[in-house]
T-cell receptor
Framework: DAKTTQPPSMDCAEGRAANLPCNHSTISGNEYVYWYRQIHSQGPQYIIHGLKNNETNEMASLIITEDRKSSTLILPHATLRDTAVYYC????????????FGQGTELSVKP | EPEVTQTPSHQVTQMGQEVILRCVPISNHLYFYWYRQILGQKVEFLVSFYNNEISEKSEIFDDQFSVERPDGSNFTLKIRSTKLEDSAMYFC????????????FGQGTRLTVV
């Protein structure tokens, strides 16, 4: 079973920041937090990952709490094309282990 | 950007028939996976494959399923005798040499069993 809990759905206005929360209270010390998204029925797409420090790339920012029990994915300026299901996944880094998907958060970006 | 290629994009088959789904991984990637997604449900792990053998499989991956790399490039998923409940999107994914960072997913094969 997935080790993460996410709200089933969220709305965001186009051009505003989308903040997607995730709880992973049982995360282990060697597990990273990964975020993927799935647009319609396309293959999941990697967004970002982190261990304990905040991370930023060209797509998003990842904020992880100090106790690592929760995190927030931030899309700084959401567009209509960011409408998708967003998955928060915990996984051991560097071992080729499987990804366990939960139900994710269905983000709707509205004009 | 490198990509994982899956064929066919859509396959319709009769119940009881065998199907083979094909995936061309990103070159130099060593970890391969199959996932499936029944319409309206979450993405489910089926099997992982490394060093020419199965490294892990889920309880979904029963004796009706098999995987192989027949020619060192393609990675295939075979379903021997399809059932109606096998209808789903099947995704191939690959990870690079160190098994780290991101998994690259293909665009999927939509399997419809009638």
């Amino acid at each position: 079973d997935a080790k993460t809990t996410q709200p089933p759905s969220m709305d965001c206005a186009e051009g505003r920041a989308a903040n997607l929360p995730c709880n992973h209270s049982t995360i282990s010390g060697n597990e990273y937090v990964y975020w993927y998204r799935q647009i319609h029925s396309q293959g999941p797409q990697y967004i970002i990952h982190g261990l304990k420090n905040n991370e930023t790339n060209e797509m998003a920012s990842l904020i992880i709490t100090e106790d690592r029990k929760s995190s927030t994915l931030i899309l700084p300026h959401a567009t209509l094309r960011d409408t998708a299901v967003y998955y928060c996944i915990v996984r051991v880094y560097n071992q080729g282990g499987k990804l366990i998907f939960g139900q994710g958060t269905e983000l709707s970006v509205k004009p | 950007e490198p990509e994982v290629t899956q064929t066919p994009s859509h396959q319709v088959t009769q119940m009881g028939q065998e199907v083979i789904l094909r995936c061309v991984p990103i070159s130099n990637h060593l970890y391969f996976y199959w996932y499936r997604q029944i319409l309206g449900q979450k993405v489910e792990f089926l099997v992982s494959f490394y060093n020419n053998e199965i490294s892990e499989k889920s309880e979904i991956f029963d004796d009706q399923f098999s995987v192989e790399r027949p020619d060192g490039s393609n990675f295939t998923l075979k379903i021997r005798s399809t059932k109606l409940e096998d209808s789903a999107m099947y995704f191939c994914a690959t990870i690079g040499e160190q098994g780290d960072t991101e998994a690259f997913f293909g665009q999927g094969t939509r399997l419809t069993v009638v």
